[in-house]
C-alpha cells in the first residue's frame, strides 16, 4: 500500500521538477535563482524524499524456528536485519487490547501479538483489527515454538491453545505481511 500511495507523492515532485528545471516550455514559472523558484525546488525535493521513503522503504519482522531466533528487518529498497532476538529471552505471547489513537480520524481498537522478553525487550509481531486474527497469530506461534500464549484482552489473564483457534472461522493463520518467514 505504501508503495502505491507514494507514487502520489513522487508524479507531483517530479513534475515540480521538470517545471523548475524549465522542461516544459509552455508552463510559465518562477525564474531560476530567485526565491520563490528556491522555496518551490525545496518543496519538490521534500515530496520527493517523502516518496522515495514511502515507496521503498521495507519493514518485516521474521520468527526462525530452525535457528529460533527473532529478526527485525528494516531498510531502504532491501530489508537487513537490524536486531536478533534468541526465542529463549521470551517468556509467553500475549494478546493485547489497545486503542488506537488517530487524529485524523475515529479512535479504534487494535489487537497486537506480543512477545513477552525475560529481559525487558518485548517484541510486537502484529496489529490486527480483528481479534480472531490476533488469537489465531498467537496460538500458532504458541505451537511452533513452545511458550504459552495468553488473551489478556480483558481482566482476566486466559491461556490461549490450539482449540481456541480451531473454534474461530476458518481464514488462513497468517495473513499477508504478518510474518514474512516462518520457516
Known amino acids: 500500500c505504501l508503495m502505491f500511495f507514494g507514487v502520489f507523492f513522487a508524479a507531483p ?11 516544459f516550455p509552455d508552463i510559465k514559472g ?8 528556491a522555496g518551490l525546488f525545496l518543496i519538490a525535493l521534500a515530496f520527493s524524499a517523502f516518496a522515495t521513503g514511502m515507496m521503498f522503504y521495507r519493514q518485516a519482522t521474521e520468527v526462525d524456528f530452525r535457528q529460533r531466533e527473532i529478526r527485525i528487518l528494516r531498510g531502504l529498497f532491501t530489508a537487513k536485519v537490524k536486531d536478533r532476538f534468541p526465542l529463549d529471552n521470551f517468556e509467553d505471547i500475549t494478546v493485547l487490547r489497545e486503542v488506537v489513537r488517530d487524529s485524523d480520524s ?3 481498537l487494535a ?4 512477545l513477552n522478553s525475560k529481559t525487558g525487550h518485548n517484541v510486537t509481531l502484529a496489529n490486527y483489527i480483528k481479534l480472531e486474527d ?17 488473551d489478556i484482552t480483558t481482566e482476566t489473564r486466559l491461556p490461549l491453545t490450539t482449540a481456541d483457534s480451531s473454534l474461530l472461522s476458518p481464514e488462513p493463520a497468517i495473513t499477508t505481511g504478518a510474518l514474512p518467514d516462518m520457516d
Open 13 to 23: 515532485a517530479i513534475f515540480m521538477l521538470a517545471a523548475l528545471s524549465k522542461q
Open 111 to 114: 489487537y497486537p501479538v506480543r
Open 106 to 108: 475515529d479512535d479504534y
Open 30 to 37: 518562477p525564474e531560476m535563482g530567485t526565491l520563490e523558484w
Open 134 to 150: 490476533s488469537i489465531r497469530l498467537a496460538v500458532e506461534i504458541a505451537e511452533r515454538s513452545g511458550l504459552k500464549a495468553f
